[in-house]
């Protein structure tokens, strides 16, 4: 077997290349835009993450500082033949020296096309989010509950919290001024279908209109049940977008193509993290991530020749997709705009405004 190491525990091998070519080769558009990647400059990282901190938090070991050479590098691997493009952003979180990563990957962003999203503070003043804005490559900015108090468990302690508390609405009325973009990981262990949720991002729509708010993770409905209770409250709002980012599940992907549609809904990863290789397998309201690394979460195995049959992740997510789309008799037409045309006709529209042009190559020297 031929391997190709990818970054930190995870590798390219051949089970890969034949679920490639089985399955993505021959259905995957030619132009592929992910909306929902993480990559840092290493040298901003100011803490770091212990054994303590990854055994409490089983995130933290599934990934490490990943620069954005490295994040080209693999995409190159993982689409071969494909024109790729990574709308990117830093890791949210207070361990991180915000400011740096985020200069770093905007640049880095333009000398490859990439547009990006800045993490954003929200102790800032409201000037810091427009400077941010004002910055050529970036399109929106990256809000996060980790960002509200530093917490060396990421997200413990401020899960719960409301969205004006890591969004405040001085940061929204800068925001909705820019016509920006916003991609929103929502709080609370109920997730997306929280009345708080619900109400908050109705809110936003109505005061703040212009914003291009994007529901990260399809608001984190990796079950059927809440993928019912969060999106079809939401559904009926043409303005409102959503990443799948990190979403397995068939069913949710069904409720989303059904009720929201291909033109609403934009394909992104969550890379690194989807570097992992196995399978996810849900249980009601809950589910459990099967992977053939010894991760301090990873307790429940399955048998070695299965784990030997695992893929990463990406392709486990790409493959869903395919099924859905195919089940649900989609179209060319709308996987393009699910796959591309929905991201590249927003970057258009907030560069446009910033005197900028999309693709962003006239910057690529700078
Ligand atoms: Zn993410």
Known sequence: MSTTPLY???????????????HLEDW?????????????????????????????YWVMETYTSIDVRDTERIARILYPGRD?????????????DTLANNDYVRREGLKRNWPSLAVIDPRWVPEQVEHALKQPGCVGVKPYYSMIRYNRFLTAGFQEAGIFDFLPHGHLEVLDQHAAWVTLHVPKADRLGH?????????????????KLVIAHLGRCYTKPHAEEGILPLSDDDGLYWDCGAVLNPDTYRIA???LGPERVMWGTDNPIFCMRGRRQWHGRTYVNRTN?????NKEREAPEIEA????YTYEELKTIKDVFIELGLSDAQKELFFHGTANRLFTGVLKRKGESWPLTPYAKG
């Open 293 to 297: 690394y010894a991760f301090f979460f």
């Open 84 to 96: 790729v493009c990574y709308l990117g952003f830093p890791f949210a979180h207070l361990g991180w």
């Open 8 to 22: 930190h525990v995870y590798e390219y091998n051949d089970v890969d290349r034949e679920f490639w070519a089985e």
């Open 28 to 56: 995957l558009p030619r132009r592929l835009v992910d909306t929902h990647v993480h990559c840092v400059d290493p040298a901003a990282e100011i803490e770091t993450v212990t054994e303590e901190q990854k055994r409490k």
């Open 309 to 312: 049959a695992y893929t990463l």
């Open 257 to 259: 193509l059904t009720h």
């Open 195 to 211: 009345a708080d949720n619900i109400r908050e991002i109705k809110e936003i729509r109505r005061r703040y209109p212009n914003v």
